[in-house]
C-alpha cells in the first residue's frame, strides 16, 4: 500500500479538486483511494460539490469589504494556525477554516456594512447646493429629496436652493441649521440658526405656510420675505406681499413689503400694536386713577410675561385677580389698558385651547368705542377659529365685520370671508366678495382665486 491514511487523504480532497497536489502526492493519492471504497467515494462527492458551491456564491463585495474580510481572515487563520496541533490537521483545517470564516465576515458586512434602508422622503428637493451641506451626518447632493424631520446643516459658506411641492422655494446661506416639518399642504420651517429667503406662491384655502425660530413665527399665505435666526433674536424681511410675525404671547405683528421685524430690537414690555397703554390718567381724574393706570399696565406685562412662557392658566388667573380688584370701583371710567386686558383675556383662552370661550372674548371687542386696530385683529382671531372648527358660514360673517374695521388686516380679511362663503356652499356671496376684492386689490394675493370666483378665467 501507499502508506496514506483516510484522514491524510481527506486533508488533500480540496487540493485534489483544484489541482494543488505535487506529483508525487497525487499518485499516492490515487494509490490509496482505488484501494478505498469509503475515500473513493467521498472523492466523488467533493468533486460534484465543489463547484456548484463555487456557482452558488454570492456577487463579490465592494473593495472596502473586500479588504475587511481579508484582514478578519488572516488574523482568524493565524490564531488557528498557533493552536493547531500538527501540520497534517493545519492542512485540513486551514481552507475548511478560511470559507467558514469568509461566510461569517460576509454575513456580518451584509447586516452591518451593507445598504440601509432609505428613510422616507418629503415634500422638497434640493435645487443648487454648494459647499458642505449634510442631511442628518450624511453629504447630500443636488436633485436629493429631502426627509421630514431630518435635521440639515450647512457649513460657513455653503448656499443650497430647495424647491417645494406646490411652487414654494427655499435658499438658505450657511452657517446654518434647519428642518422641514408638517406636509406639502401644511409647510412648516424650523429655523435653529443662519439666513433664509423664501419666495411662496399663494396657498389654497385650508393650507399654511410658516417658518418658526426660537422667538417667533412667521406665517405667509403668498409672499417673498427674509429671515435671519440667531441666539440674540431674529429678523424678518419682507420684499412683497405680507407676513403675520406672531410672539410667543400671542401679539401680531404684520410686516408689508419693504417691512422689518427685529425681536432682539423689540423691547421686553412692548405694548401691541392693537392697543396701545396710554400714559398714566390726568390729574383731573385724582392720583387714585393713576395708580389704578398703573397697576394695570404691570398685570398686562405680568400677563404678557406668561403666555410667552406657555403658561395660559397663569396668565388667566391674574387677569380674574385684577377683574375682582376693580369690580363695584367704576370712579375711574374705563381705559385703553382696560381694553387691552380684554384682549389678553380672549388670548389667553385661545392659547389655553378654551375655543369656544376665545371666540366670545374675541366677539365682545368688537363694540363702539373699541380702538379699531383692536376690533378688527379680535374678529380676525375668531374667524380664524371658526374656520378650523368647521363653522364657515360664522367665520365668513366675522372675517367680513373684520374687514369693514379698514385697518392692517383689511385685504387678509376679505380673501378669508371669499373663502370661507365659498367653502360654505354660498356661492353668490362668495362671488360678490371676489368681485369687491378684485375692485380694492386687482393685483392682490388673492385675484387669481378670486377672478376664478367670478369667471374671470386666469389671471393676466
Not at 87 to 97: H, S, V
Not at 232 to 244: H, K, L, M, P, Y
Not at 380 to 392: C, F, N, P, T, V
Request: hydrophobic residues 45%; proline residues 6%.
Amino acid at each position: 500500500m501507499t502508506g496514506l491514511r483516510c484522514a491524510d487523504v481527506e486533508a488533500r480532497f480540496v487540493d485534489v479538486v483544484d489541482g494543488r497536489l505535487d506529483p508525487a502526492d497525487s499518485v499516492r493519492f490515487h494509490s490509496h483511494i482505488e484501494g478505498c471504497a469509503a475515500c473513493r467515494e467521498r472523492a466523488a462527492l467533493w468533486r460534484a460539490l465543489a463547484p456548484r458551491l463555487r456557482d452558488a456564491e454570492p456577487p463579490g463585495p465592494d473593495p472596502m469589504a473586500t479588504r475587511r474580510m481579508q484582514v478578519e481572515i488572516e488574523r482568524r487563520l493565524a490564531g488557528a494556525v498557533a493552536a493547531a496541533p500538527a501540520r497534517r490537521w493545519r492542512l485540513w483545517w486551514a481552507p475548511t477554516f478560511g470559507l467558514v470564516a469568509a461566510a461569517a465576515v460576509v454575513a456580518i458586512w451584509i447586516r452591518v456594512g451593507g445598504p440601509q434602508r432609505a428613510p422616507i422622503v418629503g415634500y422638497a428637493a434640493f435645487r443648487t447646493l454648494s459647499g458642505d451641506v449634510r442631511v442628518g451626518d450624511q453629504p447630500s447632493q443636488a436633485a436629493a429629496r429631502v426627509p421630514v424631520g431630518a435635521p440639515i446643516a450647512l457649513s460657513a459658506g455653503a448656499v443650497v436652493e430647495l424647491a417645494l411641492d406646490g411652487g414654494a422655494a427655499l435658499r438658505v446661506d450657511g452657517p446654518a441649521r434647519l428642518t422641514l416639518e408638517g406636509s406639502a399642504r401644511d409647510v412648516a420651517v424650523r429655523l435653529g440658526d443662519g439666513k433664509l429667503g423664501a419666495k411662496v406662491t399663494h396657498r389654497q384655502p385650508g393650507e399654511t405656510f410658516a417658518v418658526i425660530t426660537r422667538d417667533l413665527r412667521v406665517d405667509v399665505r403668498g409672499t417673498a420675505f427674509s429671515v435671519v435666526a440667531s441666539g440674540a433674536g431674529s429678523r424678518v424681511d419682507v420684499s412683497e406681499g405680507q407676513v403675520a410675525v406672531v410672539l410667543p404671547d400671542g401679539r401680531t405683528n404684520l410686516v408689508s413689503a419693504g417691512g422689518a421685524f427685529d425681536s432682539s430690537a423689540a423691547a421686553e414690555d412692548e405694548e401691541p400694536a392693537t392697543a396701545p397703554v396710554p400714559a398714566p390718567a390726568d390729574s383731573d381724574r385724582g392720583p387714585g386713577c393713576a395708580e389704578v393706570a398703573r397697576s394695570c399696565q404691570a398685570t398686562a406685562r405680568a400677563v404678557r410675561a406668561s403666555m410667552r412662557g406657555g403658561d395660559s392658566e397663569r396668565a388667566l388667573r391674574m387677569l380674574a385677580d385684577a377683574r375682582r380688584a376693580r369690580s363695584g370701583d367704576a370712579s375711574c371710567g374705563g381705559s385703553a389698558c382696560d381694553d387691552e386686558l380684554r384682549y389678553l383675556h380672549a388670548e389667553a383662552l385661545n392659547q389655553a385651547g378654551r375655543f369656544d370661550d376665545a371666540v366670545a372674548s374675541y366677539r365682545a371687542l368688537d363694540r363702539r368705542g373699541a380702538p379699531a386696530a383692536m376690533r378688527q385683529n379680535a374678529l380676525y382671531a375668531a374667524a380664524q377659529i371658526e374656520r378650523r372648527q368647521g363653522h364657515l358660514a360664522a367665520a365668513a360673517a366675522d372675517f367680513e365685520r373684520a374687514a369693514a374695521a379698514h385697518g392692517a388686516l383689511h385685504e387678509e380679511a376679505l380673501v378669508g370671508a371669499m373663502e370661507s362663503a365659498r367653502a360654505a356652499g354660498d356661492a353668490p356671496r362668495a362671488r360678490a366678495l371676489a368681485a369687491r376684492y378684485l375692485e380694492e386689490f386687482p393685483r392682490g394675493l388673492g385675484a387669481p382665486a378670486a377672478r376664478k370666483l367670478v369667471g374671470d378665467g386666469p389671471p393676466r
